[in-house]
């Protein structure tokens, strides 16, 4: 499987829809940018909320709403909520470095604290309508936090593990601990999902070939700096996906098509102009990589206030 990672303000619905229109069926799944359990009520029809409502999601790709934070209630009352609306899994994240998320022992944040994250489990595991995945990194400060978290993990019936082999601290450079990940494989008694730095097919197949025990592998920046790489990694691993259908109804859409599309639709959001500039720019920054044209044209865009200015530049060099 290839799932879209959760990326807050990036792997959104618009992100989503946008992406399945143009690459039907590239990412079997996506996981949402992460739900806060403290916003609680479903009914506070909250952006975020509004992500994995399933009818603004008609048309998308599948999604598995992904949870942050470790209030047992909230938690509960969130991921059963969810489930209300159709949801038979969510995600609960145990990745996110952000440091005034991590501070309260949210996200990775809560990795050195194992009786922390088995008290949540104990708590929250038995309650739930849904099914559970989670998705960690290898610790906050440590690579070796991971250790104890393992066998914690191996106590509950789990959907999967995704793991992003860094440490909080790392945010998101710094090299991936591969020696790590094959170390703690086969300790996981969960289906494994591997996650960091596939942005080539190479690096898909890189990762394949390192630990063919693992099948599914989630991709997010990837797929930002080359929109195709899904179809990519697809149309050169035909054992892996031999799903033929699915690969002839997979249009070959260029970048420059996806991208406009998703501008597109940026347009037609209801929020400021002020706001739809800035979504557009920070889309730019990550998928003009996929576009041919010199770094400086690309500034230009960043550079620009003006709407009319912006699309007249995106349009110019999608052509
Ligand atoms: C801007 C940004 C936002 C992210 N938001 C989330 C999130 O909401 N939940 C989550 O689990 N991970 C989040 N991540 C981490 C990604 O899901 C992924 O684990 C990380 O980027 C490594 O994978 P990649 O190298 O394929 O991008 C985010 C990453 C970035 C760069």
Request: glycine share 6%; with cysteine.
């Amino acid at each position: 499987m290839l799932i879209l990672a959760p990326m807050q303000g990036l792997t959104e619905l618009l992100f989503r829809k946008a992406f399945q229109r143009c690459y039907p069926g590239a990412f079997d799944c996506a996981i949402s940018p992460f739900l806060s359990i403290t916003h609680g009520n479903l009914k506070d029809a909250t952006i975020k909320v509004e992500d994995v409502l399933p009818e603004a999601n008609e048309g998308s790709m599948p999604v598995i709403p992904q949870l942050l934070g470790h209030e047992a209630e909230g938690f509960v009352e969130l991921a059963n909520r969810l489930n209300e609306l159709g949801y038979s899994e969510v995600n609960w994240n145990m990745g996110c470095p952000m440091r005034r998320v991590a501070a309260k022992h949210r996200g990775s944040g809560i990795l050195p604290y194992p009786d922390e994250v088995r008290s949540i489990l104990d708590s929250v595991v038995p309650r739930l309508k849904v099914a559970l995945s989670v998705k960690v990194r290898l610790g906050y400060y440590s690579i070796d936090e991971i250790d104890a978290i393992i066998p914690i993990l191996n106590d509950y019936p789990l959907a999967s593990v995704t793991v992003h082999p860094r440490t909080g601290k790392q945010m998101y450079s710094g090299q991936v601990f591969l020696e790590k990940f094959a170390q703690i494989l086969p300790q996981i008694k969960h289906n494994v999902v591997y996650n960091g730095d596939i942005c080539t097919p190479y690096d898909y197949r890189r990762i394949r070939t390192l630990f063919p025990e693992v099948k599914d592998v989630m991709i997010g920046r990837g797929a930002l700096y080359n929109p195709l790489l899904p179809m990519q990694i697809r149309a050169e691993s035909p054992d892996d996906f031999n799903d033929a259908e699915l690969s002839s109804q997979m249009q070959m859409t260029s970048a420059q098509v996806f991208i406009v599309s998703l501008v597109n639709d940026i347009l037609q959001m209801e929020v400021s102009n002020q706001a739809k500039i800035r979504k557009i720019k920070e889309y730019w920054c990550l998928l003009s990589k996929a576009l041919p044209g010199s770094e400086e044209r690309k500034r230009k865009v960043l550079h620009a206030s003006d709407l009319d200015a912006i699309l007249r530049l995106i349009e110019d060099m999608a052509k």
